[in-house]
Structure formats: C-alpha cells, structure tokens
C-alpha cells in the first residue's frame, strides 16, 4: 500500500491543523493506520493509531485530549485533527499503516508515507 499524506502548514500555537493521509489499493479497511511524528533533532515518535475496524484509538499523552485520530474507509484516507497546538508539536508528521495490526504494534511498521511538515509559532 501507498501513502501520501498532506496538510502541514504553518500555524500560530493554540491554533488547529488537519492532517490527510490517503492509502492506495482495495484493502485499505483491513489496515490499522498510524501517525508518527520526528522533531529536528530528535527521535521518530508515535503520535496515535485507529484500528481497521475504526472502534479502538490511541493516543501519545502528549496529544490526547487535543489530537484527534479517524478514518474514512470509503474514501482510503485517514485523518488526524490536531487542535491547541503547541510549538512542541513541530515536527514531521508520518501516516503509517499495518496490515491488521494492534493499534499497539507501532513498533512493527509494514508501510510508511512521507512527511509533511508542520510548524507551530509561538
């Protein structure tokens, strides 16, 4: 599977940005779906996951209550609203995808999307 993700942007802390990342091929509703995000300098960190199914979500602390994760499985995109940003949150952000895999195993990534950036000002 392919992913392209997109809609990193500039933005003021405190403000909000949506993230896309949409999937190719026929089986996106079987794949659990990440995001990951690396700041410059620093180490690639998992951000949050969806299950295939949709039902089951999970957050980084250092999002939750602010990021929001969800799917749409007839248009192959997944989706990851970040609001009250903060300037800690600028990163590169990665969609990544396992086939069936635990929300929990994002330790075991199978494909990989490229970047987009996005920065938070202060």
């Known amino acids: 599977v392919q992913l392209q993700a997109s809609g990193g942007g500039l933005v003021q802390a405190g403000g909000f940005l949506r993230l896309s990342c949409v999937a190719s091929g026929r089986t996106f509703n079987s794949y659990t779906m990440y995001w990951f995000r690396q700041a410059p300098g620093k180490e690639r960190e998992f951000v949050a996951a969806i299950r295939w199914t949709g039902e089951v979500t999970i957050y980084a602390d250092s999002v939750k209550g602010r990021f929001t994760i969800s799917r749409d499985n007839a248009k192959n995109t997944v989706t990851l609203q970040m609001s009250s940003l903060k300037p800690e949150d600028t990163a590169n952000y990665y969609c990544?995808?396992?086939?069936?895999?635990?929300?929990?195993?994002?330790?075991?990534?199978?494909?990989w999307g490229q970047g987009t950036l996005v920065t938070v000002s202060s």
């Open positions: 990544a995808a396992r086939l069936e895999g635990s929300v929990y195993s994002y330790n075991s990534i199978q494909y």
